[in-house]
């Protein structure tokens, strides 16, 4: 059991954020802390925050996808990415994972993955900057958009593929199990965001 000045810990950046200072500092501390083992429904019911305004953020170069609500992040989990991690994904089979602004599409239970959620890849700016690159000559004539990337699992017993922190997938997000059952409540297709930077 939390005792209430662990909360103060979580309070203080979500206070912060309401009254327009920046987090940018505390948040930090706040997803790095001792208290991110919590598990996230019980930082969400204890905060009392509305799931619907969860967002997630993967950093490629830190290999971590972060949780917030609005400018404070709640927690970080390992992950990692498609065999080619450096750059933006150009076409199919690059084996590279998208960066840019994201929604989901939609999320169901996995054979093989445990789950998979379905990232809105391509979207319009996929698309833009797809077009451009051919224009350019920076994609072979008659290679495709690539598509079918998401978050996803290992299967069973396959935990360590995330936390040796190589990257093997073809241009998705992986994490461990239990980390993938915690977020996939809170992922609502076509409103929840996520945003992958370099």
């Known amino acids: 059991m939390r005792n209430s000045s662990s909360l103060c810990v979580y309070l203080l950046p979500l206070i912060t954020a309401c009254q327009g200072?920046?987090?940018?500092?505390?948040?930090?501390?706040?997803?790095?802390?001792?208290?991110?083992?919590q598990p996230l429904?019980?930082?969400?019911?204890?905060?009392?925050?509305?799931?619907?305004?969860i967002r997630f953020h993967v950093d490629k170069?830190?290999?971590r996808f972060a949780v917030f609500v609005n400018d404070s992040m709640l927690k970080t989990y390992p992950c990692v990415l498609g065999e080619k991690p450096v750059?933006?994904?150009?076409?199919?089979?690059?084996?590279?994972?998208?960066?840019?602004s994201f929604t989901f599409r939609s999320k169901r239970v996995h054979d093989e993955w445990h789950k998979f959620i379905w990232v809105d890849y391509?979207?319009?700016?996929?698309?833009?900057?797809?077009?451009?690159r051919i224009a350019q000559g920076s994609i072979p004539v008659g290679k495709d958009i690539g598509g079918e990337i998401g978050i996803h699992g290992?299967?069973?017993?396959?935990?360590?593929?995330?936390?040796?922190?190589?990257?093997?997938?073809?241009?998705?997000?992986?994490?461990?199990?239990?980390?993938?059952d915690e977020i996939y409540p809170y992922i609502f297709p076509?409103?929840?965001?996520?945003?992958?930077?370099?």
Not at 21 to 37: F, I, R
Not at 122 to 132: D, H, K, L
Not at 154 to 179: E, F, M, R, Y
Request: with cysteine.
């Open 21 to 37: 200072d920046t987090v940018q500092d505390v948040e930090l501390s706040v997803g790095t802390s001792a208290y991110s083992e």
């Open 41 to 53: 429904s019980e930082l969400i019911d204890s905060l009392h925050l509305d799931p619907k305004t």
């Open 61 to 63: 170069s830190d290999r």
């Open 87 to 100: 750059g933006d994904k150009f076409c199919q089979g690059d084996r590279k994972t998208p960066e840019g």
């Open 122 to 132: 391509p979207n319009a700016e996929s698309w833009r900057r797809y077009n451009e």
């Open 154 to 180: 290992v299967p069973d017993g396959k935990d360590h593929w995330i936390t040796s922190g190589a990257d093997w997938t073809w241009g998705c997000i992986a994490l461990q199990n239990a980390d993938v």
């Open 190 to 198: 076509n409103r929840t965001r996520l945003v992958i930077v370099p």
